[in-house]
């Protein structure tokens, strides 16, 4: 475990709230992370990163299929807005779609750094530890 990197600050941006208990207990239980940023709607985790004082943000777990705004939709709004300064936060999109465009879509942005089939597990978040490595 020493060899893993601790997770300063994750955010959730999913409108399953199932989906946000399974993966707030797979991270509690890991111990991997240290803060946790829950958001059911992509709007208002934009809305808070626009925020001055906000924490920096590590990693943005991302459900792609989401009411109002998607989860592409946030990527472009967010990379618009932000810039460089978004491309440098690790964004795992986590899907239950099983179409190939949508990966494709995924890779299209630098900030995406893995697609993940919904539900997040423990081996993904140790590989999302170990992308921080490098």
């Keep these: ?25 797979i991270i509690d239980r890991s111990g991997l992370v240290e803060t946790v940023l829950s958001f ?4 208002d985790a934009l809305a808070f990163l626009r925020q001055p004082d906000r924490p920096d943000i590590d990693v943005i777990l991302l459900d792609i299929n989401m009411p109002g705004m998607s ?9 618009e807005e932000f810039g460089e300064s978004f491309a ?29 089939d919904k539900p997040l597990n423990n ?6 530890s170990e992308m921080l490595q490098g």
């Design 40 to 43: 059911y709607y992509a709007e």
């Design 71 to 79: 989860g592409f939709e946030f990527l472009q709004a967010a990379e």
């Design 1 to 25: 475990m020493s060899s893993l990197v601790k997770i300063p600050v994750t955010m959730i941006i999913d409108d399953d709230s199932i989906d946000q208990m399974l993966y707030k207990r």
């Design 123 to 128: 081996d993904q978040l140790l590989q999302i």
């Design 88 to 116: 440098d936060i690790v964004v795992i999109m986590l899907t239950t779609s099983l179409d190939p465009k949508d990966q494709e879509r995924a890779s299209a942005h630098k900030c995406v750094k893995a697609y993940f």
